[in-house]
């Protein structure tokens, strides 16, 4: 696979993220799971002046966005990950279980990929690690 191919993924996280983010921010923290029959994705992120993290979920109890218009826009989050993750199997590549997208409002970001079973640990067990290992609060 192309590192335009690649970058042009990584560009349409970016935006996707930045469409259902209502007020300025600073940085996101997204994570995403896949393994067998599993796959989820969240994100946190910092708005502008403030050290506290607001869970995607959270946005549209906190903001007047319309529901419907945003869990349009959670699926198409979701449909470019899971394209990412299609096009790493295609090239026989070894396939993550969990990855993590970190943006800056700066349009800098980060990938990290992980490898290990997750099958073993809950979901909320897998979230506190992640939220510990980025320092999200």
Known sequence: ???EVMETIYQ????RIQRM????????????EK????DT???????ENDNKALLHYEITEQFQVDSTEFEH??????????LLYEKQMRLEA???TGMTFILKSTGEFRIEYGY????????VEKRRLWKEKHSIN
């Open 1 to 3: 696979m192309g590192i």
């Open 116 to 123: 290990q079973d997750l099958s073993l640990l809950g979901p």
């Open 35 to 38: 393994w067998a029959g599993y």
């Open 12 to 15: 349409k996280i970016a935006d």
């Open 94 to 96: 070894e396939l993550w």
């Open 73 to 82: 826009l959670e699926d198409e989050l979701r449909d470019t990950i899971m």
């Open 41 to 47: 994705v969240y994100f946190y992120y910092y708005p």
């Open 21 to 32: 983010i209502p007020e300025k921010w600073s940085s996101v923290y997204l994570y995403a």
